[in-house]
């Protein structure tokens, strides 16, 4: 494996395995090595491209190194009371790494957000601007260090969700914001998937204004936040209980820990089950579709997120023609699914990220960035 720690050095490794195309796999501490398909060629570890290279609170601007774990940029910011809104989860132990080896870099190359997305936005919307090395081997800057850039492209929206097959990151710039004052976790038990679908659409139309909806099909918990000023988390924690019912409060670092679990999928992965993806849908009527979904999945377990417009999916059917007709039959055209966890032959296939991704257009951007195509050659595609 080769670590590069200066963006001279990546530069160097990029001309020369671009002269020789031959392709580089790059990573950061491999927490989401998993994720899409296998990919070949010369491993490049971003990790020594680590720690905070500038970060102002009062801007709430922050620019860390690729390869620096979320876990060390959490700690920075709870110091000031500042967090990242996106809230990503840490999916090292899908993958069998360990918690807390997740890096920013690996993050934003995934778009990965947590239970505050449809609510907050999404990772790609906090960042801000990146250095790396594009695939000819140039050093290469885009956006900057202010929260509003108007001027040219905005590539860093560009970039996020690329899976590391356009530029090799070395450094991001993210906008951070206050963290609330006060945190309430509402959880209700044995609620069938029904109710909760109803109860869900309902609360997050209300002025409770819920941060967090979550459910979890086996054991029939349905889970609220609320976050804000005291007086306000307490005014809407009696709304949405008049609404949804009285249920458990946890209140402060107990309602934090419970999200926590939520947000890195905890309650699926215990045990590591063989199969898992990632579904987004629309989420006004996820029950009866989802019902059907896990009925037809031995094994299948499921983590309701978004308030129904995430769904983590688990199961230990071992067809993979039948799962990916199962939940295509799930998405019904509206969504979209991404392959996380699988065995070698499934993720060797074209239907990792399904439906198919627009290989045309992504092959021009491509191109732009990566005239040889070295950076994870065929993790989204085997044509890209």
């Not at 000819?136 to 040219?152: C, D, F, L, Q």
């Not at 349905?222 to 209980?241: M, T």
Request: with cysteine.
């Amino acid at each position: 494996m080769l670590l590069p720690a200066s963006d001279q050095e990546l530069a160097d490794i990029v001309r020369t395995s671009a002269a020789e195309e031959v392709p580089l796999a790059l990573i950061g501490h491999g927490s989401k090595a998993g994720w899409g398909r296998p990919v070949g060629g010369r491993a490049v570890s971003l990790r020594k491209f680590s720690g905070i290279v500038d970060y102002a609170p009062a801007e709430l601007v922050l620019t860390v190194g690729a390869g620096t774990p979320l876990s060390q940029i959490e700690q920075v910011l709870k110091a000031e009371r500042q967090h990242l809104a996106f809230e990503p989860p840490d999916l090292g132990p899908v993958f069998g790494a360990t918690v807390g080896q997740a890096t920013i870099g690996g993050t934003i190359a995934c778009n990965l957000s947590g239970p505050r997305r449809p609510f907050a936005g999404a990772a790609r919307d906090f960042f801000l601007g990146f250095k790396g090395v594009n695939g000819s081997g140039e050093i290469v800057k885009a956006g900057a260090k202010v929260v509003k850039n108007v001027t040219g492209y905005d590539l860093p929206k560009l970039v996020a969700g690329s899976f590391g097959t356009l530029v090799a990151m070395t450094e991001v710039t993210l906008k951070v914001v206050p963290a609330p004052e006060a945190v309430v976790a509402l959880a209700l038990e044995n609620i069938d998937i029904s109710k909760a679908n109803r109860l869900m659409n309902a609360a997050l139309g209300s002025t409770a204004e819920p941060t967090g909806a979550a459910y979890l099909p086996a054991s029939g918990a349905l889970v609220f936040r609320l976050e804000g000023s005291g007086p306000s988390v307490a005014y809407r924690l009696g709304k949405l209980q008049v609404l949804a019912g009285a249920g458990r409060v946890a209140e402060g670092e107990s309602a934090i820990a419970i999200w926590r679990d939520l947000r890195n999928i905890n309650h699926i992965i215990d045990p590591k089950p063989p199969v898992l993806w990632s579904l987004s849908v629309p989420p006004a009527g996820f029950s009866g579709a989802l019902e059907g979904l896990l009925a037809d999945l031995p094994g299948a377990d499921a983590l309701v997120d978004w308030g129904g417009g995430r769904i983590w999916l688990s199961h230990f059917l071992t067809d993979f023609s039948a799962a990916v007709s199962a939940v295509h039959r799930y998405l019904g055209g509206r969504g979209h699914a991404s392959l996380l966890l699988a065995p070698d032959a499934w993720r060797m296939g074209d239907r990792v990220f399904s439906p198919e991704v627009p290989i045309t257009l992504l092959r021009k951007i491509r191109l732009a960035f990566d005239p040889k195509m070295i950076f994870n050659r065929g993790r989204l595609h085997p044509d890209l």
